[in-house]
């Protein structure tokens, strides 16, 4: 948890005291710590560039046993996600062995700021929140520790205007750091059972209503493409439910997430290069969960159901084969034309579920659901899938919001006949390699019905092989803090 304090910076007791600097602009009115910028700023190897730090031990006139400048980069260059970034690396070099502690100052602006006080602060909050956070330890010695209390220090007045925000970003903040771990975890213990209960577990401690269905109820249901996906592996598919209603809810969003506990590929098996990563081919569910658990402690006006569709896609005698026909939930029927597409198979029985047994208004799914998204936009930014323009930029502008970037991706009608086949209703691939990341997005589309929707491709920007501004390497929780935002955004709109 983090915490506000308005001690004169001078008394502050802790063990760092985190400056960001400008190398152009005074941002802090207590005189101390004007001077102490100043006298920073004067030595040769700090500039208060982007990404510089310098520590100075034992300060004179300063209680904090360590002050730590880290530089912001120019002041007319300054957004909000310069001040996570500044805030990340502040708490990641304040973090050692022992779980130690760290104050943030947050600079007091002027009139002539652009950046509002309290998107400054909300966003060095989040900074410092998602970067103090080890990713679970497989190794017998822990080398660094997550800080034990970090503290932002403003003036009273705006540290009583902030508490409320602070509280959201604190929820939305541990629900990322969940989704973390949980992609984290290997595949061996995370079958699709142990993640359904797991996440049931979580959800369940913050009132959420938690439903696990397993393969026999998914057989009497007839989740076919859900069934065919999780034959081969020794570990049956289940089906995760979670709602969370509000008294008197103003109607219903559905979010989707795609939770392939490890993605082998199935018969159509991965190479070695490929393979490997697989285990987080459940970021979608992870996403998803833990957006619908940070709704529950903030707070919506609509009630919010996530569906969660885990797999594992194995090789073995039971496993669906390329040329087996399967009918998903809807009753379409699809002819496999490569088991290493089993996201969308999946999505299709948990999208026709949501749209049919919840009757959302809004329904969005997020799933890392094809490698040509990837090449399309790298490994940062999603893909956006919407028929519906108006949703569209809501998600893209939330994701600017937070800094979870979206990127808009056409759904052209004629690309629709590269999904026909000879002998079912449709085909999971197309004919060829290209446009692979819209072919995924247009199958899906098959199985949301009315329903207004969107489709978020994030097997780029799940996971990160080195460590991000605010992110140890692995997975980053991407998704967390987008849904969020796009549910408190979608409860503003005028419909
Ligand atoms: N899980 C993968 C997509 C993926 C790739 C996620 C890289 C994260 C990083 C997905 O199930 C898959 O295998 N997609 C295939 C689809 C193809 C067979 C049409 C792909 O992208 O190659
Ligand atoms: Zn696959
Ligand atoms: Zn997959």
Same mark, same amino acid.
């Given at each position: 948890?983090?915490?506000?304090?308005?001690?004169?910076?001078?008394?502050?007791?802790?063990?760092?005291?985190?400056?960001?600097?400008?190398?152009?602009?005074?941002?802090?009115?207590?005189?101390?710590?004007?001077?102490?910028?100043?006298?920073?700023?004067?030595?040769?190897?700090?500039?208060?560039?982007?990404?510089?730090?310098?520590?100075?031990?034992?300060?004179?006139?300063?209680?904090?046993?360590?002050?730590?400048?880290?530089?912001?980069?120019?002041?007319?260059?300054?957004?909000?996600?310069? =001040?996570?970034?500044?805030?990340?690396?502040?708490?990641?070099?304040?973090?050692?062995?022992?779980?130690? %502690?760290?104050?943030?100052?947050?600079?007091?602006?002027?009139?002539?700021? $652009?950046?509002?006080?309290?998107?400054?602060?909300?966003?060095?909050?989040?900074?410092?929140?998602?970067?103090?956070?080890?990713?679970?330890?497989?190794?017998?010695?822990?080398?660094?520790?997550?800080?034990?209390?970090?503290?932002?220090?403003?003036?009273?007045?705006?540290? *009583?205007?902030?508490?409320?925000?602070?509280?959201?970003?604190?929820?939305?903040? *541990?629900?990322?750091?969940?989704?973390?771990? !949980?992609?984290?975890?290997?595949?061996?213990?995370?079958?699709?059972?142990?993640?359904?209960?797991?996440?049931?577990?979580?959800?369940?401690?913050?009132?959420?209503?938690?439903?696990?269905? @397993?393969?026999?109820?998914?057989?009497?249901?007839k989740m076919g493409a859900l069934?065919a996906?999780?034959?081969? $592996?020794?570990?049956?598919?289940?089906?995760?439910?979670?709602?969370?209603?509000?008294?008197?809810?103003?109607?219903?969003?559905?979010?989707?997430?795609?939770?392939?506990? =490890?993605?082998?590929?199935?018969?159509?098996?991965?190479?070695?290069?490929?393979?490997?990563?697989?285990?987080? @081919?459940?970021?979608?569910?992870?996403?998803?969960?833990?957006?619908?658990?940070?709704?529950?402690?903030?707070?919506?006006?609509?009630?919010?159901?996530?569906?969660?569709?885990?797999?594992?896609?194995?090789?073995?005698?039971?496993?669906?084969?390329?040329?087996?026909?399967v009918r998903a939930y809807n009753g379409r029927t699809i002819?496999?034309?490569?088991? %290493?597409?089993?996201?969308?198979l999946i999505l299709a029985d948990a999208l026709a579920y949501?749209?049919?047994?919840?009757?959302?208004?809004?329904?969005?799914?997020?799933?890392?659901?094809?490698?040509?998204?990837?090449?399309?936009?790298?490994?940062?930014?999603?893909?956006?899938?919407?028929?519906?323009?108006?949703?569209?930029?809501?998600?893209?502008? $939330?994701?600017? @919001?937070?800094?979870?970037?979206?990127?808009?991706?056409?759904?052209?009608? %004629?690309?629709?006949?590269?999904?026909?086949?000879?002998?079912?209703d449709m085909?999971n691939?197309?004919?060829?390699? !290209?446009?692979?990341?819209?072919?995924?997005?247009? =199958?899906?589309?098959e199985f949301?019905?009315?329903?207004? !929707?969107?489709?978020? @491709?994030?097997?780029?920007?799940?996971?990160?092989?080195?460590?991000?501004?605010?992110?140890?390497?692995?997975?980053?929780?991407?998704?967390?803090?987008?849904?969020?935002?796009?549910?408190? $955004?979608?409860?503003?709109?005028? *419909?």
């Amino acid at each position: 948890m983090i915490k506000l304090t308005s001690t004169e910076p001078g008394h502050i007791s802790t063990e760092t005291l985190i400056i960001p600097v400008c190398p152009d602009h005074d941002l802090y009115r207590s005189p101390v710590i004007r001077s102490l910028a100043r006298q920073a700023l004067g030595l040769k190897t700090f500039q208060g560039e982007k990404g510089e730090d310098l520590s100075l031990y034992q300060p004179a006139d300063i209680k904090a046993k360590r002050l730590l400048f880290v530089g912001l980069g120019r002041h007319s260059d300054l957004t909000p996600e310069r =001040f996570r970034q500044a805030a990340g690396q502040g708490i990641r070099l304040s973090q050692h062995a022992a779980k130690g %502690d760290a104050v943030l100052m947050v600079p007091d602006g002027d009139q002539d700021d $652009s950046l509002a006080r309290e998107d400054l602060l909300a966003a060095m909050a989040e900074g410092a929140l998602l970067s103090n956070h080890c990713p679970n330890n497989y190794k017998s010695e822990h080398k660094i520790q997550a800080l034990k209390s970090i503290r932002l220090h403003t003036d009273t007045a705006m540290a *009583r205007k902030s508490q409320t925000a602070l509280k959201r970003i604190d929820a939305i903040c *541990r629900g990322t750091l969940q989704a973390r771990d !949980w992609i984290n975890q290997p595949a061996n213990e995370k079958t699709p059972d142990q993640l359904a209960r797991r996440m049931a577990q979580a959800a369940r401690r913050h009132g959420v209503k938690a439903t696990i269905l @397993d393969e026999k109820k998914l057989q009497r249901l007839k989740m076919g493409a859900l069934l065919a996906v999780g034959a081969g $592996s020794a570990h049956p598919p289940r089906l995760l439910i979670l709602e969370y209603t509000p008294p008197k809810a103003r109607g219903t969003i559905a979010l989707v997430g795609k939770g392939v506990t =490890f993605d082998a590929g199935g018969l159509n098996m991965k190479p070695t290069g490929s393979i490997e990563l697989m285990k987080i @081919d459940m970021a979608g569910a992870a996403a998803v969960a833990a957006s619908v658990i940070a709704i529950a402690e903030i707070g919506a006006r609509q009630r919010v159901v996530g569906v969660i569709p885990l797999a594992e896609n194995m090789v073995s005698g039971n496993a669906f084969r390329p040329g087996d026909i399967v009918r998903a939930y809807n009753g379409r029927t699809i002819e496999i034309g490569n088991t %290493d597409a089993e996201g969308r198979l999946i999505l299709a029985d948990a999208l026709a579920y949501a749209a049919k047994h919840y009757r959302p208004q809004t329904m969005i799914d997020m799933a890392t659901l094809t490698g040509a998204c990837v090449v399309a936009l790298g490994e940062k930014i999603a893909g956006l899938f919407s028929p519906d323009d108006h949703l569209r930029d809501i998600v893209e502008q $939330s994701g600017c @919001d937070v800094h979870e970037r979206c990127w808009p991706m056409p759904l052209p009608e %004629d690309y629709q006949e590269l999904l026909k086949s000879d002998l079912a209703d449709m085909r999971n691939i197309g004919p060829g390699r !290209w446009g692979g990341a819209i072919v995924a997005a247009l =199958f899906l589309s098959e199985f949301t019905g009315k329903t207004r !929707w969107a489709h978020i @491709d994030i097997a780029g920007p799940a996971y990160h092989k080195k460590a991000l501004p605010y992110g140890q390497p692995g997975a980053t929780g991407f998704g967390v803090r987008l849904l969020c935002r796009t549910i408190a $955004s979608l409860q503003g709109e005028k *419909r």
